[in-house]
T-cell receptor, first 114, second 110 residues
Framework: GAGVSQSPSNKVTEKGKDVELRCDPI?????LYWYRQSLGQGLEFLIY????????KSGLPSDRFSAERTGGSVSTLTIQRTQQEDSAVYLC????????????FGSGTRLTVV | QKEVEQNSGPLSVPEGAIASLNCTYS??????FFWYRQYSGKSPELIMF????GDKEDGRFTAQLNKASQYVSLLIRDSQPSDSATYLC??????????FGAGTQVVVTP
């Protein structure tokens, strides 16, 4: 596609429920990244995919967080048993090959856990 | 020490003046440097990248890189109210991972 597409744009969920966030990167971008941004805060790295593999999962805050990427394209970030501290904007970005090219970000998913 | 450091601001700039944003980084092996602009409630947008020492100009924006001093800056000439945003500095470290600074908020006052 023309840009990085994320869905849903907004998600309100009850504490304890599972949520899935979707990212569709720019066509041909092999690298895909997930970040989290809490209100007024900087970007927090979560996970990096090169193709379908995830060489860097170091930012996932707990085992409640997981992500997968299939077909070298769409990625899903899953948060199990959501907690209020998970409330944030979840941003996906993609790039050609590696990080030396800079990223294009999607518009994000605003997650609110009530 | 944070890997990428920026003043948080806010940096208040009169309309028409030059806004000067600074960024320092800790990894001497860093090779690629980026500036992103983030409007409130929006996602970051890449506005400049620079790989070599010196200046790189694009319209009203100039990125400056000094690898010896581990310093990268962004100048915004003829600042406009539409330039009011948070500007994020990002640097690839020596093993290729992109590190973001916390951002500098710029407020352009009419």
């Amino acid at each position: 596609g023309a840009g990085v597409s994320q869905s849903p744009s907004n998600k309100v969920t009850e504490k304890g429920k599972d949520v899935e966030l979707r990212c569709d990167p720019i066509s041909g971008h092999t690298a895909l990244y997930w970040y989290r941004q809490s209100l007024g805060q900087g970007l927090e790295f979560l996970i990096y995919f090169q193709g379908n593999s995830a060489p860097d999962k170091s930012g996932l805050p707990s085992d409640r967080f997981s992500a997968e990427r299939t077909g070298g394209s769409v990625s899903t970030l899953t948060i199990q048993r959501t907690q209020q501290e998970d409330s944030a904007v979840y941003l996906c970005a993609s790039s050609l090959a590696g990080e030396e090219y800079g990223y294009t970000f999607g518009s994000g998913t605003r997650l609110t856990v009530v | 020490q944070k890997e990428v450091e920026q003043n948080s601001g806010p940096l208040s700039v009169p309309e028409g003046a030059i806004a000067s944003l600074n960024c320092t980084y800790s990894d001497r092996g860093s090779q690629s440097f980026f500036w992103y602009r983030q409007y409130s409630g929006k996602s970051p947008e890449l506005i400049m990248f620079i790989y070599s020492n010196g200046d790189k100009e694009d319209g009203r924006f100039t990125a400056q890189l000094n690898k010896a001093s581990q310093y990268v800056s962004l100048l915004i000439r003829d600042s406009q109210p539409s330039d009011s945003a948070t500007y994020l500095c990002a640097v690839t470290n020596s093993w290729g991972k992109l590190q973001f600074g916390a951002g500098t908020q710029v407020v352009v006052t009419p």
